[in-house]
Structures are given as C-alpha cells and as structure tokens.
C-alpha cells in the first residue's frame, strides 16, 4: 500500500511510516522461523506499540485538526488532519485484521500442536467450570467487577479508565445495559485450567468472569457480554514551562493523564450495532473514536502467557551476556581506562560493568565527584543504588534526571528524590528541551590535574532494558573528550550557556551543523570524484532537512547505505532524487536502539556513535551528545558489527518507495546471516 502523503517534498509522512514500522514488527509474529512463544510476545509487542500511538501521535493528531486552517497553515503542517486520520484508520484495520488472522489461524493451531489450549468459557469441561467458579469466588471477583447500570446521559455513567478493560453486559427485556470491570490489574490476564497432565490448558481471565458472571446480576437474564476498551490521550500538556515550578506541574501532569480525551474506543466486532449506539451516545463518542477489535483486547498482556515447563523449543536460544574480553579480570576498571578506551556492546555483553564501575570510583579515594544524566531508570536500578553507595562513602554527586521521559516520569522522578534526599545535588527537567544524552563522568584526582573518566552511550543506564535493546557504550579517559562532556554537565547544571565543543558534537547546539557539514563534503568528494559514501544507523530518520541533504548527496554520487529501525521519511530509489540511498530495517529478537554515523570523509573514515536520532527533537529541542569513536581497535570492532548488519539477509526487510517491507532474503548458496546472532558469536569469539 503505497503512501506519499507529502508528495511536493517527496517523503513518506512520519506516522505513516511508524504504521509500516509496526507491521514490520506483526511480520515477525507470522514469521514461522521464529518460535511459537516470541511470536506470541510480537503480538504484544505490535499491540503495545499501537496503544501508545493512539495515546500519543492520534491524540496530536487531532488537536491538529481542531486548529483554525489559518493556525495550521502558520504552522506548516504537511498534511490535513482528517485526511491522515482516515488514512490511518484505513492502514491499522487492515493491519488488525491480519493480527486477528495470525492470532486465529496459525497461533491458537501451533499452540494445540504442542498441547497447549487456549479455552473460552464455553469450551470449559466440567472440571474447568467448577474450578472458574471456585476461582471466582475465592478471588472475590464480584467485588473487583463493579458492576453499574449505564445510562443515556455522560454525566450518569462512570468514567473509563485508560487502557482500562471491562464488558458491556446486555440484559433481556428492556433493562440498561451494564457495565463490568474486567479485573485484569488486581488478578493475572491468564488462569492456567485443570487438565490432563499431558496437556496445559489457559483462559484469559476475561472468560472466568463470563463463566460467572450471572452471578452479579440476580434479577436479570444475561442476553450477552461484549468486551471494550479505551484509549485515552497520554500527552503531558504543560501550559507554561518556562513559568512557575515545572516539577510541580510535571506532578500535576501525570495525575490529569489518565484523564485524557478519547483517542480509540476498541470493541468487540460481534457486537450489535444499536448497541453500539448507545454506547457511542453513553459516553460521548465521535465516529472517529470507534475501532472494531476482536473478542479480547490488551495483547500486551501476552507478555505473560503461561509457559509449559521444560519446553525450550518454545523460547529463542539463550544467549546469555558475554564478559568483555578485557574488563572481565581487569581488576580495576578505572585503571584500565587510563590505558585504554573500551566499547561495550548490549544486550551482547555485560551491563553489571556500569555500576561496577560506580561503586569503585566510590571507593577510590582520588575520586572526588560523579555526574550523570539519568532518563529512564530501572525501578529497582543498580546505577541508581551505585550512586547511592557514593555518597555514603562522601562522594560529591550530580544527577540531572529528566522528569519528561514519557511513561517513566514517575519511576525518575522517585530515585531523583532518593539521590538528593541521601545528598546528591539534584537537578531535574530543563524548561521547553528534555535532555536525552547518556553521559556518566568521573572526576579523579591525579597530581595536579583532575582527570575525567566518561561513559558515553547510545541507550539508558537501565540494566532492564540493556537485556533487550541494542546498544554501544563507550568507557573513556581520553581527555578531549572529558574536558567536552565536563562543559556539556557545566550546561546541566546552569553554570554556562553553550558548551565549547571540537571533538563531541552537542544538540542543540552544534549537532545538527556538524552533521550538514560531512554531508556537505561527502557532496564535495563526489562532485571532485573521489570516493564519497554514508553508513547512517539510527532509529528514527525524521527531520525534513536531513532528508533534503541525504537527497542532494544522492544527486551528487554519494553512495548512501541507511539501517533505520522505526520512522524513515526518506523515499530511496526515486530517479534524479534518491537513487544513490539503499535503507533496511532490521527487525529481531533485540529492539535495535544504536545510533551510528560512518562518513568516508575522502578516505579517511571518520564515526560517531549517539545518543540522537536525526528527528527534528534530537538535533533541535534536546540535550544529546555524539561521540567520535578514535579508538582504532574500538573502531575496527563496531566498523565490523555494522558490515553485519549491512549484510543480514535473514532479518533485514528493504525500505522501499512502496513501503512494502520485503525481506532481504538470501539467494542461492549465498550463506544466510542474522546480524543479531552473528554480532553475538563474532563477540563471543574474542574471549
């Protein structure tokens, strides 16, 4: 389904792109080769994905469209609202039919192939039913559904929770239909049954409630139960935040975002249309609110589907993280860093080396101060705990914790009370920017000279997310770039305005120009012709800019290889435009997270590796820091992981101007790689 929503800039709208994104993700859930439960965990995942993006981009959306023409005109947006929404509305039905069908026909089947059953209410043996009503009544289910009548009028029923899932009971006769809470947040969404030992039988929680649920309503006759749920808009809408206290208002914030404005009102598609109605007339509904779903909604609680035990066939083969080949007996990580740079690579390798590296510098008694920029922190977070541990042992310490990290502002906002409680000097959101870079710098002592010791990543210190998402970290005591990270926390902290920087580029203030500048002299290498190319990974390829100068490279000669994992507005492959830029879109059991600029720069190759994105957010409205990688070891090893990646011919789907996610697969006798697994063995290969 071909979509080139801005055809006069001739690039693919953004939310466009991020559907075709998701569908990569639903491709992996069809993918046969993959096993049957990490297919079930894509169904949440494209699930989860979807949730957000009515909460967050369709909620934009539609502000959009209520915005006079003139206010949207002033504004330069690209596309008319309306026209979008139904667009999107056209490409999630389509993509939530193939979901049911995947779920349907080739899920539930491989699951019985393996003795697994997934049952309703009505397939319940007799065993199964006495034990839902045991289930029901010991967990006080009655209580948890809160059962109420609905009326015609808004202001008589009660309000939806986001995300939240209940059913809508239809009685016999003329009575109200009513309303029931699914108690899916109080009890697990799947209730392993009673059966034969051979066999592992599971309903969603969901069917034990129908199985019972006359039980709640003595003197009506249950005619039928349809399920729903509502999507709300979860945006942070701060008035002001450059007036008055921002955390206060942050704080404010989360408690009004459950509150929001409808975005999607999903229900089941059985359901009767003049039932339908009302509902739509109970709760104030616009027609562009409606979705129709299946039977069950919330696959994100997939995540938590039972497992039979010893059934390893079932799961991906463990790849359990690598020591690094140096740090693993280093001894003292700090003294190896005086030597040395080291690069870490998640979720391939250890992430324990983070706080470990923490904890000895609070040890060190030349150590005199730690900073670091937190954004989204583990609940239980070892950093976080390392921290701690340093100001126990008298460490000064400065944590710039970013309270806007949509979805984590609670968890952060919760340690950055803790860090300064204990004493650390606590610094949080900076009004109208987030600060999104990764930077941990360590200040030691040495002679007359304080010497910094960095971290600089692409992803969160989180050791949660390090197990799943890919990403690079380097381990620094190179003093070109201490000195620049030292200026970048001098900003943090409010002390100066604008960091100073030759080595590390620094958004919003020098990210983006330095960039256009490579771009610039690849144009010029190419037109004088010399050899001129990119390698440019990175999640998201937003900014209209940065798509403009990717085309003029392409027009010049420049040869331009793209890895974008989620949003790509660049249209590759269109003649006197882009036909010098090939992207791919790698898709696999680690979410790949990694930011990497490779430029040829005349033969003289130079890297960065980043924090950022080229979305108009990262180089223009956040804090981000991009590293050059100088290292000749470090360079030649990532240099090496992204040739893999380039040659994936297994995972890797083509970006194209149809947008039709076609895998690059391999040909011939041309040996299959899967980047992910061959980064972990040519990692494992060099202990």
């Not at 987030?434 to 941990?440: E, F, I, P, Q, Y």
């Not at 100068?549 to 006197?576: E, H, M, N």
């Amino acid at each position: 389904m071909q979509t080139i929503e801005t055809k006069k800039e001739e690039m693919f709208n953004r939310d466009i792109s991020w559907l075709y994104f998701n569908e990569r993700v639903l491709q992996e859930a069809k993918d046969p080769r993959v096993p049957l439960y990490e297919r079930i965990k894509f169904l949440a995942i494209y699930s989860s994905n979807l949730d957000e993006f009515f909460s967050v981009r369709v909620a934009s959306i539609r502000s959009f469209g209520k915005l006079k023409k003139k206010t949207r005109k002033e504004l330069e947006l690209e596309v008319k609202p309306k026209k979008l929404l139904y667009e999107i509305q056209e490409i999630v039905a389509f993509q939530q039919d193939e979901f049911g069908r995947i779920f349907r026909e080739e899920i539930i089947p491989e699951l019985a192939e393996n003795n697994i059953y997934l049952v309703n209410e009505q397939q319940f043996s007799q065993a199964q039913k006495v034990f839902a009503k045991q289930y029901f009544e010991e967990n006080e289910m009655g209580k948890l559904a809160s059962p109420i009548l609905l009326g015609e009028e808004k202001h008589s029923n009660p309000f939806l929770e986001n995300k939240g899932l209940y059913f809508v009971i239809e009685f016999e006769g003329e009575t109200s239909p009513a309303l029931v809470n699914i108690p899916s947040e109080s009890l697990p969404r799947f209730v392993t049954l009673p059966s034969d030992e051979k066999e592992l039988h599971i309903a969603f929680i969901d069917d034990i409630l129908r199985a019972n649920i006359h039980q709640l309503f003595d003197d009506q006759i249950v005619k039928d139960v349809f399920s729903i749920k509502l999507s709300r808009d979860a945006e942070m809408y701060i008035a002001d935040e450059f007036d008055g206290d921002l955390m206060e208002k942050i704080k404010r914030g989360l408690i009004d975002r459950n509150a929001g404005l409808p975005t999607r009102f999903l229900y089941d598609s059985a359901m009767p249309k003049p039932l339908l109605k009302y509902l739509r007339h109970a709760f104030d509904f616009s027609k562009n609110d409606l979705v129709s779903g299946g039977r069950y909604h919330n696959f994100n609680d997939f995540f938590g589907f039972p497992m039979p035990p010893n059934s390893p066939q079932l799961e991906n083969e463990k790849l359990p993280p690598l020591p690094h080949p140096e740090l693993e007996d280093a001894g003292s990580i700090l003294k190896a860093m005086s030597e040395k740079d080291f690069m870490l690579h998640f979720p391939y390798q250890k992430f324990n080396y983070i706080p470990q590296l923490i904890r000895e510098a609070a040890e060190d008694e030349l150590v005199e101060q730690i900073k670091v920029t937190l954004y989204r922190v583990a609940s239980d977070s070892a950093v976080a705990n390392a921290l701690l541990y340093a100001m126990e042992k008298g460490k000064k310490v400065f944590a710039f914790i970013e309270t806007k990290a949509r979805f984590d502002e609670e968890t952060n906002i919760i340690w950055g009370e803790r860090l300064q409680k204990a004493g650390a000097n606590v610094r949080y959101s900076i009004p109208g920017i987030k600060v999104h870079t990764k930077l941990l710098l360590i200040s030691r002592r040495e002679g007359e000279y304080l010497r910094h010791y960095g971290y600089y990543g692409t992803g969160n210190f989180n050791e949660k997310t390090a197990k799943i998402y890919a990403d690079h970290g380097l381990l620094s005591a190179d003093q070109r770039l201490g000195e620049e990270a030292r200026k970048v926390f001098m900003v943090l902290e409010g002390r100066i305005i604008f960091p100073p920087t030759n080595h590390l580029l620094v958004s919003p203030f020098s990210t983006r120009l330095k960039f256009e500048k490579f771009i610039d002299q690849e144009i010029a290498n190419a037109k004088e012709g010399k050899t001129a190319y990119m390698i440019l990974k990175m999640n998201s390829l937003e900014d209209t800019g940065m798509v403009k100068k990717l085309y003029d490279a392409s027009q010049a000669g420049v040869k331009i290889q793209l890895i974008v994992r989620g949003i790509c507005r660049c249209i590759p492959g269109v003649p006197g435009k882009s036909e010098n830029i090939q992207i791919i879109s790698i898709i696999d059991r680690f979410l790949e997270h990694a930011r990497v600029y490779i430029f040829g720069n005349g033969g003289k190759e130079k890297m960065y590796t980043a924090s950022a994105d080229w979305m108009t957010r990262n180089l223009d409205k956040r804090v981000e820091v991009c590293m050059p990688i100088y290292d000749p070891k470090i360079y030649q090893e990532l240099r090496e992981i992204i040739d893999i990646q380039l040659r994936d011919n297994v995972k890797s789907r083509w970006v194209d101007e149809d947008q039709s996610n076609q895998y690059k697969l391999s040909m011939g006798a041309e040996k299959e790689i899967r980047a992910q697994l061959e980064t972990y063995h040519f990692l494992a290969s060099k202990i």
